[in-house]
């Protein structure tokens, strides 16, 4: 009964946005990703000895307004995982904007509002970024008014883990990348740790930019020093952005990141390297683009036989 409520409500959007929006029609993203799992290693020493591929297929139908993303995702192209997608819907009420993540066992909700007076942008309760004039003025109408997610995940392109929005990353418009005068100034987080539940947390944001206008370094510390996240770049050459990402789960969890990104090619490729602490157990993958296709469709929800079509096409 829970699935079929949420199928009905997941055609009810759509069925609404394609009734307001006859004249356009939406559009399908198709990603295809390779990731190598190359092991978990104890004291630098291999525990398994063979690499394991898997090709992942993701699909992503957007809206005309790019205010609502259905997203499927399929490993080793099995149609049986997964074909109910997850919903991600932007909508504004007076001047609150509320990002809405929907699948078969759960629905989140976050809050965002842009504030004119010192050009800062709330998200969630307590989160806040500051912002320069042009970039703020960019994203108060193409999010602000007109609801749109993929500037949204640019924008928030380095949190959006801590958002459960990662599934996004691969859609983001890239615009910040594109504009040398689109700079997030500072910001200020808080968040309660997860092994203690009443203990409040609150970072700084800092973020440094080169020459060209491109965020050269970016860290998340709290107040007592502890740092999250750490981001510097390492090159940019030829349209390739490559990053080094540090993130420190409250020492349970620490990740190190070569992320290489390509504006205007959509290309998001990764190697990681995530400690688990407690365990002493080290786990290694890369995740390589193979494919990235954008084309029309009339359809806004798929079933099996389009979503084969989708898989197979070359």
Known sequence: MKKLAYILFIFTVFYTNACAQASKSYSITHIVNKTI?????????????KDKITTSHLIY???????????YKFTDAKLSEKKVPDLYTLTK???????????ESYTNQLKIVFNDKD??????DKDVFYLDSPYYTYLQKNVGKDLNIPD???????????YNLDDLKYISSYEKYKHKDFKILKGYMESYRTQASDYLDKWNLKFLYNDAGIQKYMLKESTEGDQEIEKKIISADKGFFTYAKHVNIESR???????????DKNIYDEK????????GKETRYEIKQISYKTFPTKVFRLNSASIAKIISSK
Do not use: C, W
């Not at 799992?37 to 000895?49: A, F, L, N, P, S």
């Open 272 to 279: 990681v390297t995530s400690l688990q602490t407690g365990l």
């Open 37 to 49: 799992d190359k092991g978990e290693y104890v004291d630098d020493k291999r525990i398994d000895k």
């Open 61 to 71: 139908l957007l809206s005309p307004k790019k205010d609502s993303v259905a997203f």
């Open 119 to 124: 050009m800062s942008v709330l998200v969630g």
């Open 93 to 103: 009420r007076e001047n609150i904007l509320l990002l809405t993540s929907k699948n």
């Open 253 to 263: 969890l620490i990740t190190d990141s070569k992320i290489l990104i390509h504006p």
């Open 152 to 162: 949204l995940i640019d924008f928030l392109e380095d949190f959006l883990t801590g």
